[in-house]
Structures are given as structure tokens and as C-alpha cells.
């Protein structure tokens, strides 16, 4: 019923810039909050990013500075702008969502969503 689709990954040379687009659809009501996560090849899942629905933001200390994470609430998409890319930022991203779906009050429910992934390679 509902997804998110990410776009914009790719392989960037270091100190080069990537945008990544992640669009929800579905039978949405609402969004909470919003984010990105990565995970790099034999390593755990970690936050990189998180935005409310009110605009708040918070970021991971390893790109505080770096990357800036936004949201249109009326296109219900997430964005994350990665500037001055490092090997080290190399991983997969995820998209992530709390989203409140159903058309109907008495069919709608509040669940966690995880978008398909996309690459991310910063080559040095």
C-alpha cells in the first residue's frame, strides 16, 4: 500500500556531491518523521540523518556540516544533499518513513518504511 522509491545514488569522485530523492506513495493520511540511513559492507545499519514533520533535524556527527537533509511535505519526498563525499561515506543508503496510511479512520494504521536502498561509492 504505501512505498518509498530512492533515487540519486551513483559513484562521485571525493570532495564531489550527490543528491538523494526518496518519494512515498500510497494510501498515505500522514508522515512523521522522515530519514536516511547507510550501510556500508560489513558493518551495521546507522542513522545519517532524521527530519520531523515540522522541519527538525538531526544528523550523525560524521556528516554534520556535509550533508543537509530536507522534506516536501506536499510531494510527501525526502531529500539528503551530500557535499565534500568521502571513501568512508561509501554504503548503501536507505529511505525511511513513519507514515500513517489508510484512506479511512477506522483502516489506518502508523508503520515503519524502508525504501529499496540505492549505492553510494566515493571513490579516492
Known amino acids: 500500500q504505501v512505498q518509498l522509491v530512492e533515487s540519486g545514488g551513483g559513484l562521485v569522485q571525493t570532495g564531489g556531491s550527490l543528491r538523494l530523492s526518496c518519494a512515498a506513495s500510497?494510501?498515505?493520511?500522514?508522515?512523521?518523521?522522515m530519514g536516511w540511513y547507510r550501510q556500508a559492507p560489513g558493518k551495521k545499519r546507522e542513522l545519517v540523518a532524521t527530519?520531523?514533520?515540522?522541519?527538525?533535524?538531526n544528523y550523525a556527527d560524521s556528516v554534520k556540516g556535509r550533508f543537509t537533509i530536507s522534506r516536501d511535505n506536499a510531494k510527501n519526498t525526502v531529500y539528503l544533499q551530500m557535499n565534500s563525499l568521502k571513501p568512508e561515506d561509501t554504503a548503501v543508503y536507505y529511505c525511511?518513513?513513519?507514515?500513517?496510511?489508510?484512506?479511512?479512520?477506522?483502516?489506518?494504521?502508523?508503520?515503519?518504511?524502508w525504501g529499496q536502498g540505492t549505492q553510494v561509492t566515493v571513490s579516492s
Open positions: 525511511n518513513a513513519d507514515i500513517v496510511s489508510g484512506k479511512y479512520y477506522w483502516s489506518r494504521s502508523r508503520d515503519d518504511y
Open positions: 500510497g494510501s498515505i493520511f500522514s508522515i512523521n518523521a
Open positions: 527530519i520531523t514533520s515540522g522541519g527538525s533535524t
